[in-house]
């Protein structure tokens, strides 16, 4: 079992930047597929990003393609989201996610979000 803590949310204007880290307790982080998912007002929950458990592979969705960057450091059991170029729709709470599959909305565990909030 793996649990998982994410911060780095905030407010940011249209264009801006921010980057989320997710630290994770327990020695088997490197085990896990890692991703990230966000939930916006009146929104279903979408998988945006994930990783491979070595961080070789990873899978971006249409909507952050070329703005998001997944990472981890296992070494520090944290994995991280670079958003970049930010738009008012990317306005959600982030969760990250530990599981076996990182291409796949299926994941085991979960964080309890932080928010991000984009202002026009």
């Known amino acids: 079992q793996v649990q998982l803590v994410e911060s780095g949310g905030g407010l940011v204007q249209a264009g801006g930047s921010l980057r989320l880290s997710c630290a994770a307790s327990g020695r088997t982080f490197s085990t896990y597929a890692m991703g990230w998912f966000r939930q916006g007002p009146g929104k279903a929950r979408e998988f945006i990003t994930g990783i491979s458990m070595s961080g070789a592979g990873t899978y971006y969705a249409d909507s952050v393609k070329g703005r998001f960057t997944i990472s981890r450091d296992n070494a520090k059991n944290t994995v991280y989201l670079q958003m970049n170029s930010l738009k008012p729709e990317d306005t959600a709470t982030y969760y990250c996610?530990?599981?076996?599959?990182?291409?796949?909305?299926?994941?085991?565990?979960w964080g309890q979000g932080t928010q991000v909030t984009v202002s026009s």
């Open positions: 996610a530990a599981g076996n599959y990182y291409t796949v909305d299926k994941f085991d565990y």
